[in-house]
């Protein structure tokens, strides 16, 4: 007896056991070609403040005057974005810089990020006005959705959108 004649023997005798390890080794074989996909694509980056803020603007169907107004305040909340960046990296940079130090000096590090967290509220505060001025030009409804949807923080891959305070 040979060996092909005693596989093709057992083959008969089971087929049910080549049917279970046949339908085992394709979804072994599904399983790793996604967990290869998902490794090879990676997870899609987070939408930039720009994006986010023209993703809001198509959700709520301005009209043309409204939609001059949303355009006016996406340029004004960029500008206050880059002189956030503009202000507050340096600071940030010099803190950690310091905290690089062998003989870091505390006091200063916290200074530095106080000064930077300072900036920041205060710049954010500025956008105050102009959000203002923004929402009177949207109907009750559009304000309402603004307000969900600016709160709505950008999600990490594959989890559903988060809202919270900011």
């Given at each position: 007896?040979?060996?092909?004649?005693?596989?093709a023997?057992?083959?008969?005798?089971?087929?049910l056991?080549?049917?279970?390890?046949?339908?085992?080794?394709?979804?072994?074989?599904?399983?790793?070609?996604?967990?290869?996909?998902?490794?090879?694509?990676?997870?899609?980056?987070?939408?930039?403040?720009?994006?986010?803020l023209?993703?809001?603007g198509?959700?709520?169907?301005l009209?043309?005057?409204?939609?001059?107004?949303?355009?006016?305040?996406?340029?004004?909340?960029r500008?206050?974005?880059?002189?956030?960046?503009?202000?507050?990296?340096?600071?940030?940079?010099?803190?950690?810089s310091?905290?690089?130090?062998?003989?870091?000096?505390?006091?200063?590090?916290?200074?530095?990020?106080?000064?930077?967290?300072?900036?920041?509220?205060?710049?954010?505060?500025?956008?105050?006005?102009?959000?203002?001025?923004?929402?009177?030009t949207?109907?009750?409804?559009?304000?309402?959705?603004?307000?969900?949807l600016?709160?709505?923080?950008?999600r990490?891959?594959?989890?559903?959108?988060?809202?919270?305070?900011?």
């Amino acid at each position: 007896m040979t060996l092909v004649s005693t596989a093709a023997r057992g083959a008969t005798r089971h087929p049910l056991l080549w049917v279970a390890l046949t339908l085992s080794l394709l979804l072994n074989l599904c399983f790793v070609a996604g967990a290869l996909w998902i490794r090879i694509q990676g997870p899609p980056l987070p939408a930039s403040p720009a994006e986010r803020l023209q993703r809001i603007g198509a959700e709520l169907a301005l009209d043309p005057q409204q939609r001059q107004a949303f355009d006016q305040y996406s340029e004004n909340v960029r500008a206050h974005m880059q002189r956030m960046r503009d202000t507050v990296e340096p600071l940030m940079t010099a803190a950690w810089s310091e905290l690089a130090k062998p003989d870091a000096d505390q006091a200063t590090a916290a200074r530095l990020f106080d000064e930077a967290g300072q900036a920041r509220r205060s710049l954010q505060r500025e956008l105050l006005t102009p959000t203002l001025t923004l929402l009177t030009t949207l109907s009750p409804e559009q304000r309402a959705k603004f307000v969900e949807l600016f709160h709505q923080r950008p999600r990490s891959w594959g989890q559903p959108p988060q809202r919270g305070s900011r």
